[in-house]
């Protein structure tokens, strides 16, 4: 059964401490792996795709990276406003997204 | 530019009533429709999607049913709600045919009391 694990649950850093959120994933035949950012009570707001290893993106404070089992939202010097869910979904065959449950990431001042 | 519309966003039900939910995408023709739900503690759990007018899948057979009455609208519907209908519910949309990223709405959160 294909699986996408997010670690850490929770995570909570203070403003410009860098780190990074892991997504491993246990599929065959991956066609795209997508992240996501979700604030309380709204729908997920897409980040990245990224469709083979070695492939990265940027935008702003994030860089998404992949690799064939795993990928990583590495954010740099964090501010408050970064502060959401992270979530991560791979699609394997068909039409739809599975997706993981989620880091939820608290920057404090 | 495309945009999804989802309402209402937040309901309160009374277990045993009807429930409809309704989804509409502008600025694209023939999307890939999907509902989620998710609940507190998991992840987003597909229940249904749709590749074109009348055509529904059902991924997690339960009290919900779907309906796709036009290309750009998505209907999930309940006859009787259950105490466990309650959640969060996601309608999203991304091109059909294609590995490429979803859109949501933004959600209504559902209530059964």
């Known amino acids: 059964e294909d699986q996408v694990t997010q670690s850490p649950e929770a995570l909570r850093l203070q403003e410009g401490e860098s780190s990074s959120l892991n997504c491993s994933y246990t599929?065959?035949?991956?066609?795209?792996l997508f992240w996501y950012r979700q604030d309380p009570g709204k729908g997920p707001e897409f980040l990245f795709t990224?469709?083979?290893a070695g492939e990265e993106k940027e935008k702003e404070r994030l860089k998404a990276t992949l690799t064939k089992k795993e990928s990583f939202l590495h954010i740099t010097a964090p501010k408050p406003e970064d502060s959401a869910t992270y979530l991560c979904?791979?699609?394997?065959?068909?039409?739809?997204?599975?997706f993981g449950k989620g880091t939820s990431l608290l920057v404090t001042p | 530019s495309q945009t999804i519309h989802q309402w209402p966003a937040t309901l309160v039900q009374p277990v045993g009533s009807p429930l409809s939910l309704e989804c509409t995408v502008e600025?694209?023709?023939?999307?890939?429709l999907y509902w989620y739900r998710q609940a507190a503690g998991r992840g987003l759990q597909l229940l249904f999607y749709?590749?074109?007018?009348?055509?529904i899948s059902s991924e997690v057979p339960q009290n919900l049913s779907a309906s796709r009455p036009q290309d750009r609208q998505f209907i999930l519907s309940s006859k009787k709600l259950l105490l466990s209908d309650s959640g969060f519910y996601l309608c999203?949309?991304?091109?059909?045919?294609?590995?490429?990223?979803?859109?949501f709405g933004q959600g209504t959160r559902l209530t059964v009391v």
């Open positions: 999203a949309w991304k091109t059909g045919g294609l590995n490429t990223e979803a859109f």
């Open positions: 599929v065959s035949g991956l066609r795209g």
């Open positions: 990224l469709y083979s």
């Open positions: 979904a791979v699609q394997v065959s068909g039409y739809a997204l599975n």
């Open positions: 600025g694209t023709s023939n999307p890939n």
């Open positions: 749709s590749v074109g007018i009348g055509q």
